[in-house]
């Protein structure tokens, strides 16, 4: 049993984290500012701290780790990270596969390739990779080997507060000609919320120190499908080539969510999550990530394209043959 500090904790990342050391039996303090889902978890401490201006409530205190979950600037990463330094073992913190300056091969995104830089960053998908890119420089150089960097690519599971795995499971549900984008064959990548926790607990407790991608293996786009197919409910894919799809604006990954074809982002959905495998990182099927899926809230403010929209893409590039007497 250790001592382990969460820094956030109740939305969706942080509550895996919190229910997977609870259920290790860790004895786990929280602190976050105590407006997103403050009833949960009644068995943890809870601290009240805004990370932005006020973390006077871990003075004095101490913890084996800290699991950092929701850091974005690198000036609030560093404030904890400050105030931490010598009243925590192992500092964890969450980062992303965004944070690579390159997506087009496999090996543009093993942990030691080139990361975003600041003033390089062009647009708000790459500021935010480059930001992560210095907090997890802020945490390494104050941490040394008691720092873990996770990297994780694109995150599905129990309360996801994006529609972007759960759209697929949504989509085969109702039924019908359903869009699929690009070629059956494509890959997409992702990893269960609950196995990203227990290894990020699991990486606190027992000091893996290093830098991580934190990923599901690859999968080819047709096997999702299938995996979100439901009994009963007669589904046509009718998969739709990528450059038709790009030249009619249709936007890639929110819009049809996990769908990336843009030029430079051919290895996106093929990150190596080798390194963390073989520190003990398991990840279970599909099937189960389908069925968590299903049981989310409606995502009232989804990017994904409207069923009306589909069905108009579908009648551009795949209409439906008439059948002629
Ligand atoms: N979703 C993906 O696919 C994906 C992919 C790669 C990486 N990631 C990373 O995964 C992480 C996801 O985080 P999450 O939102 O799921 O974490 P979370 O820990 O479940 O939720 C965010 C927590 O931060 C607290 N918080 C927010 N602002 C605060 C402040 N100013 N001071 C103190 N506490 C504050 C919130 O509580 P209060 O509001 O009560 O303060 C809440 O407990 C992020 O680091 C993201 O970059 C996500």
């Not at 820094?7 to 602190?31: D, I, N, P, Q, S």
Request: proline share 6%; hydrophobic share 45%.
């Amino acid at each position: 049993m250790a001592r382990v500090l969460v820094l956030g904790g109740t939305k969706f990342l942080g509550r895996a984290v919190t229910e997977a050391a609870l259920a290790a039996g860790h004895e786990v303090t929280l602190l976050n500012r105590g407006t997103t889902n403050p009833e949960l978890f009644p068995e943890a401490e809870h601290l009240r701290g805004d990370r932005t201006s006020d973390l006077s409530a871990l003075e004095g205190r101490e913890w084996e780790a800290v699991i950092d979950v929701a850091a974005y600037l690198p000036e609030v990463a560093q404030f904890s990270a400050v105030a931490l330094c010598d009243r925590v073992g192992q500092y964890v913190f969450v980062s992303t596969v965004s944070v690579y300056a390159e997506h087009d091969r496999p090996e543009d995104q093993l942990e030691e390739a080139a990361v975003l830089r600041l003033e390089d960053a062009k647009d708000e998908g790459e500021l935010y990779g480059a930001r992560k890119a210095v907090c997890e420089t802020v945490v390494q150089e104050l941490y040394g080997d008691r720092a873990t960097i996770g990297r994780p690519g694109l995150i599905a599971g129990p309360h996801d507060p994006t529609d972007r795995f759960d759209y697929w499971p949504r989509r085969l549900a109702v039924g019908g000609r359903v869009l699929g984008p690009g070629s059956p064959r494509d890959p997409v990548q992702f990893i269960d919320v609950r196995d990203l926790g227990a290894w990020l607990v699991g990486a606190a407790v027992d000091r893996v120190a290093g830098v991580f991608n934190l990923v599901g293996a690859p999968m080819h786009f047709a096997d999702l499908i299938e995996a979100c197919r439901v009994p009963g409910v007669d589904a046509e894919m009718v998969w739709v080539r990528s450059d038709l799809l790009i030249g009619a604006g249709v936007e890639e990954w929110m819009g049809i969510p996990l769908w990336i074809a843009s030029e430079g982002w051919r290895a996106a959905n093929r990150v190596d999550g080798s390194r963390a495998i073989a520190t003990g990182l398991q990840v279970r099927t599909v099937a189960e990530t389908v069925e968590a899926a299903r049981a989310n809230p409606p995502h009232e403010s989804s990017q994904a394209i409207s069923l009306e929209r589909e069905q108009q893409l579908l009648q551009q590039f795949a209409p439906k043959p008439s059948r002629g007497v």
